[in-house]
């Protein structure tokens, strides 16, 4: 199962781009759906999380500047990404997992954001 990732892309300090990812409906009803990014040799991090419920969870480095919201009905969520910063450059990924999916659950295919100085 593959989850596709948009929106990424080259935008300097300060600005904003909008990531989406679009998830299978029987996948996305039940499921807590998240961004994470990763950048050469590191390890993939959590970068925002929404919870079936509409609980949110925010890596303290994007907290107050990222929003990630859902639309259920479009089985689609989204990461908003305002006042960026070049640290923020990264392959970002979405994940989707609920109970009956593998563990740590199904990934995009990561979509690049790159933030200049």
């Known amino acids: 199962v593959q989850l596709q990732a948009f929106g990424g892309g080259l935008v300097q300090a300060g600005g904003s781009l909008r990531l989406s990812c679009a998830v299978p409906r029987r996948i996305f009803s039940g499921s807590a759906v998240g961004w994470y990014r990763q950048v050469p040799g590191k390890e993939r991090e959590l970068v925002a999380r929404?919870?079936?419920?509409?609980?949110?969870n925010y890596a303290d480095p994007v907290k107050g500047r990222f929003t990630i919201s859902k639309n259920t009905a479009a089985s689609t969520f989204y990461l908003q990404m305002n006042s960026l910063k070049p640290e923020d450059t990264a392959v970002y990924y979405c994940?989707?997992?609920?109970?009956?999916?593998?563990?740590?659950?199904?990934w995009g295919q990561g979509t690049l954001v790159t933030v200049s100085s």
């Open positions: 929404i919870f079936r419920g509409g609980t949110t």
């Open positions: 994940n989707a997992e609920n109970p009956c999916t593998p563990v740590g659950g199904y």
